[in-house]
């Protein structure tokens, strides 16, 4: 079983609405991975108004982990921004004054900046097998 955790722009409304319009996105993200995968688990572990994660997200800047999903809120495999979606193999390129921080770290913190201030972010958990080991079960 494999975790992919991601971060959730969603239109905001209220929490239960950012809930739904959250399960939705994590099925589309799966969906649409080349590879034929069933979700065993999904579940948001973080919910928050974006205007307080604004108020807190950190200026990119070297992580002693250096895998390419590394952020400053832990490993992130995709971000929807409210219009699509970034992963660390398809994200603007870094700035030239990047303060040693990779492209993916770059992408994090402006999807949090440009996000509405009425918007609600989600953390949100998948865990997927391949369809032939859910099939087997």
């Known amino acids: 079983m494999t975790r992919c955790t991601l971060l959730l722009v969603t239109t905001g409304g209220s929490g ?10 994590a099925e589309r993200y799966v969906d649409a991975l080349p590879m034929d995968l069933a979700i065993v688990e999904s579940t948001p572990f973080a919910v928050a108004p974006s205007l307080r994660i604004q108020e807190r997200v950190s200026f990119p800047v070297p992580l002693e982990d250096s895998t390419a999903a590394a952020t400053s809120v832990g490993p992130l495999q995709a971000i929807w921004d409210g219009s699509r979606w970034l992963t660390p193999g398809s994200c603007p390129p870094r700035p030239l004054k990047d303060n040693g921080a990779t492209e993916w770290q770059w992408a994090h913190y402006h999807a949090v900046l440009a996000a509405p201030k009425d918007s609600i972010m989600l953390l949100w958990d998948i865990y997927v097998v391949p369809m032939s080991e859910q099939m087997a079960a």
């Open 16 to 25: 239960r609405k950012a809930l739904s319009e959250g399960m939705l996105l």
